[in-house]
């Protein structure tokens, strides 16, 4: 067994790794451009909005306030003639990406906490580095990527945006893998 605070590098350097890696990927790569569609007659749709005056947060449509409603004939009628779907309200100005950023480095340390504890449990020190990166590789992954595939259930999130993200996830899972194998103790 190897104690998690003997494995604060590798859980520190990890983290910084994919966080530095996920900023190229979407600075400097393409292939996430195409992960959402434009609505046709945007500034019509935009406006129409607006008067609304939305407040920030997530919302369904149609929505029904329990049980007695989703049974109704009414209900029934406001999904058969549409549109169903989710929004994700922003203030508005610019995205303030800081507080973003850093609740991005602290799910990536959270997944770095995961994979070392669970491979310091399974394993030993001097363990061979194989060993290491695939129960760190294994665990990462699982932070990084399984968890996105509910969107593409649940929310009709296209299956291609959601496969690009997993390949991101491979992506930092292989370099935390790489990480704790070349620094285990």
């Known amino acids: ?30 292939y996430h451009e195409s992960d959402f ?3 046709p007659q945007e500034k019509e749709v935009m406006d129409a909005l607006r008067s ?3 407040e920030e947060g997530e919302y369904v449509m149609p929505k029904a306030s329990g049980q007695a409603e989703r049974n109704s004939d009414e209900y029934k009628e406001k999904m058969n ?3 169903m779907g989710f929004l994700t ?3 508005s100005g610019p995205p303030a990406m800081g507080k973003n950023l850093v609740l991005w480095f602290i799910y990536a340390l959270v997944v770095s906490v995961f994979a070392a504890y669970i491979a310091g449990i399974a394993l030993k020190p001097d ?6 990166f695939r129960f760190t590789g294994t665990t990462a992954f699982v932070g ?16 291609s945006a959601t496969f690009k993200s997993m390949f991101d996830g491979l992506i930092y899972a292989l ?11």
Do not use: D, E
């Not at 363990?127 to 290491?132: P, R």
């Open 127 to 132: 363990a061979h580095y194989l060993s290491v």
């Open 37 to 39: 569609k434009g609505l």
């Open 52 to 54: 609304f005056n939305l």
């Open 144 to 159: 990084y990527s399984l968890g996105l595939i509910q969107n593409s259930i649940w929310y009709k999130r296209a299956w």
């Open 81 to 83: 003639r549409g549109p």
């Open 175 to 185: 370099f935390t893998a790489g990480v704790f194998g070349w620094l285990w103790p």
């Open 89 to 91: 309200i922003y203030p």
């Open 1 to 30: 067994m190897v104690s998690l605070t003997a494995l604060w590098l590798p859980i520190l350097l990890s983290a910084v790794l994919v966080f530095v890696l996920s900023s190229i990927i979407h600075m400097v790569f393409s």
